[in-house]
């Protein structure tokens, strides 16, 4: 599960960079690539920046995250790997509109509500796999999540699919590369606990 996470000026810089190689990669050119950041928490429903395939490049986008629901006022905001193939709701996104979600970290609790911080030391950022759909408001994504490896499972039996580096472009241009990744296990991250106690309410 994935339901906060954090972006900050390194976030930014190494979404340009990433950026400006795989176009230069692709295309013999290197694009002209300016993110801005505020570093900040992103809760569902609030606008971030994702990354998505441009013809045989790389951009950044910014989406709002999650999906509407079923019912009034309810946010779908991650999917399940092992599900996402056969859910209409997903099925063809994660097929034809996939996406990267950078992030300097993410946030899970405990079952007694105590917050922790998963990272990956001297490696930021986070890249997190997801897809998007069109709506009538814009584009919107979720986050696609996997069964929990050893560093997640103290915390939570759920964990954001981590995609290398390398792997970026694959899993937004590469269909039977992308079908392998929704199977892989995510790396080991380095967890933080914080002692917040908070309200779901």
């Keep these: 599960m994935c339901g906060r996470y954090y972006v900050d000026d390194d976030t930014a810089r190494e979404i340009e960079k990433l950026v400006r190689q795989v ?3 692709m295309r013999g050119t290197e694009a002209a690539c300016k993110v801005e950041i505020m570093a900040k928490d992103i809760h569902p429903t609030e606008t971030a920046p994702i990354l998505a395939s441009s013809g045989s490049g790389l951009e950044c986008r910014w989406q709002k995250w999650g999906f509407p629901g079923f019912r009034r006022g309810q946010v779908i905001f991650n999917a399940r790997c092992e599900s996402a193939m056969e859910k209409p709701m997903f099925r063809d996104a994660v097929l034809h509109r996939r996406a990267v979600i950078p992030a300097a970290w993410f946030y899970e609790w405990d079952r007694n509500k105590q917050k922790h911080t998963f990272y990956r030391e001297g490696r930021t950022p986070l890249f997190m796999a997801g897809c998007y759909r069109k709506y009538e408001d814009g584009d919107r994504f979720v986050i696609l999540t996997t069964q929990a490896n050893a560093s997640m499972e103290p915390v939570h039996d759920r964990m954001p699919l981590i995609l290398e580096r390398e ?10 590369a992308a079908e392998e ?4 296990l995510p790396p080991l991250l380095e967890r933080r606990a914080e002692y917040e106690q908070i309200s779901f309410l």
Excluded: A, F, N, Q
């Design 181 to 184: 990744l929704l199977r892989k």
């Design 167 to 176: 792997e970026v472009m694959d899993w937004l241009l590469e269909d039977s």
């Design 23 to 25: 176009d230069e990669k």
